[in-house]
């Protein structure tokens, strides 16, 4: 069973540039999740998906932040723009039901 | 709401001696526990989870962990360290409605000494 992909892996950008993150889940899974994950601390949820429906995106600053997951399946994180404190490590995570989430490798972005 | 508190930023043992790694929890509701280990560079794998079956739960690599309620905890051990667990280890919890939004704690970061 393949994993959870996701790229790129690493990304450097200056402030007030735009980035996207792409994320493609585990085959099946429904639910799809963005956690942010800044040095020395653990994943936060950004948001949550089910399907193509958003869950639970509370903690996204939508001010700067969006998501898709258009056709259900695989899933873009843009931030625009972006600021120093934003550089952290994005996980996207992929389950089903009954299934705990299935992390991808992340990718690490850091903003100068 | 639901935190997971890991005492211990840094835990540093020696190959073969016992591994104890500390997480408490808080919840509302029955919780689903989990722990996660990350080494460098890569995303998290999941080690085991608790979801109100037995209360000690076995994993891979030879981790294991207790889930104890009167002390709101669910700490991870291993009774021989071995190089490779060197890592970066996360425990987090989730309702037990199933919803899979997994609250992580800061972590503990396990050095293995030689």
């Known amino acids: 069973e393949a994993g959870v992909a996701q790229s790129p892996r690493y990304k450097i950008i200056e402030k007030r540039q735009s980035v996207a993150f792409w994320c493609n889940p585990i085959?099946?899974?429904?639910?799809l999740y963005w956690y942010q994950q800044i040095l020395g601390q653990g994943p936060k949820l950004l948001i949550q998906?089910?399907?193509?429906?958003?869950?639970?995106d509370s903690q996204l600053p939508k001010d700067r932040f969006s998501a898709e997951r258009l056709k259900g399946v695989d899933s873009t994180l843009k931030i625009q723009p972006a600021k120093l404190e934003d550089s952290a490590v994005y996980l996207c995570?992929?389950?089903?039901?009954?299934?705990?989430?299935?992390f991808g490798p992340g990718t690490r972005l850091t903003v100068l | 709401a639901q935190s997971v508190t890991q005492l211990g930023s840094h835990v540093s043992v020696s190959e073969g001696a016992l591994v104890l790694l500390r997480c408490n929890y808080s919840?509302?509701?029955?919780?689903?526990l989990f722990w996660y280990v990350q080494y460098p560079n890569q995303g998290l794998q999941l080690l085991l989870k608790?979801?109100?079956?037995?209360?000690l739960v076995k994993g891979i690599n030879g981790f294991e962990a207790e889930f104890k309620k009167s002390e709101t905890s669910f700490h991870l051990t291993k009774p021989s360290a071995h190089m490779s667990d060197a890592a970066e280890y996360f425990c987090?919890?989730?309702?037990?409605?199933?919803?899979?939004?997994?609250?992580f704690g800061t972590g503990t970061r396990l050095t293995v000494i030689p």
């Open positions: 085959s099946g899974h429904a639910t």
């Open positions: 998906f089910q399907n193509n429906g958003v869950v639970d």
């Open positions: 608790y979801t109100s079956a037995a209360t």
């Open positions: 919840s509302s509701v029955p919780p689903y």
């Open positions: 987090a919890v989730t309702e037990e409605t199933g919803a899979n939004n997994l609250f």
């Open positions: 995570a992929s389950s089903s039901t009954g299934t705990s989430p299935r």
